[in-house]
């Protein structure tokens, strides 16, 4: 049997998430026990949420985070090495087996910044890989990042730069600030790449 | 050929005393009782625990005809669900007495199991995302933040985390392989 009238699979989501209200859940609710295949979509959902969750239990996305993100993962025991190089200077690093996350901290005056890219470097300065418009506050001062752990983990000792850049009106590129992270490798396994 | 029975007639013949329409009972409901069950208790033994007292609940009430109208079933059972929850949050211990009077046998089937997650995959379609739309996806699956937190850490309108939310999800279920 075919579904007449399918629940979007972001609706499926919020009634996962309790964030509908009374009414739309009650509707939600009353389709639901009527129509299996947008129980199997609900179901394929959830598969989706807890597979996010557990990706973002493992460390291993490169992404800004908030503050309550590395605060919830404290409280719930795990390990959250945090690095914080001041700007324009640099900072020395490992990682240890028991580590859970890998947390970056990059002070800088974002007052003003319509848009931050925050980039990573090699040793070299040449860009890697770059995250763009990412979230940010004017008045927070910085930004928060995660950086892989099981990257960080696998890695030779390396020099890696992180920058933060905005744009101005006719879209040119300013610095806003660049942080040195010079990895040493403290666990077992290969020199170099 | 096999002709699926409509809710009424399933009531009806279970009122007449067929195991196999107890069975179908079981069959149809037991997984959208379970799904009920995860959304509101969070739980997957209290899910199964949900499920088992529902369908004995049901089928008590199915045997002693007290549903009037047959073809309102569903709506009978998640009332059920609804009542059910509310029991289990003020602590009441209903299950033990009517599995007494029920006896094991009347197990609901083991759930299905879930649908198969390539997780390396999904790792790639969360990378793939806009930052913007990884973070609110990772502090709503991970953080467990409500759209307002959300809101706050991106400057944005609760409206438009929404928006956000909505647009991650389907892309996650496009680079998944699945339909939206």
Redesign the interface.
Known sequence: MTCSNPI???VL???????LAKSDEEAV??H???C?EC??R????????????????QG???????D??VK?ATEQGLHVREYAPPRSGSVECTVSAEDDFLIGRLTADLSGAKRVDLCFCDGQGVERLR????????EAGGVTFQQSITYAKAAPSETMIARLVTFDEAGGESLLGEYTFNHTRTLPGPGAW | MIIELNDAAIVGQIRSGDPQAEAELFRRMAPRIRLYGLRHLRHEHAADDLTQQVLITTLEALRAGRLREPEKLASFVLGTCRMTVLDLRRGAQRKERLLEQFGADLLPPAPAPGPHLDHEQLARCVQDLKERERAVVIMTFYDEQTSADVSTFLGVSEANVRVIRHRAIHQLRDCMGVAA
């Open positions: 979007d699979a972001a989501a919020d009634y996962w998430l309790a964030a609710e009353e639901l026990f009527t299996d129980g199997v609900l179901r394929e959902t959830i598969a989706l949420a807890e597979g996010v969750h557990e990706l973002a239990c291993s996305l490169i992404m800004v985070v908030s309550a993100f919830r995250l763009p418009d990412i979230p940010f506050h004017s």
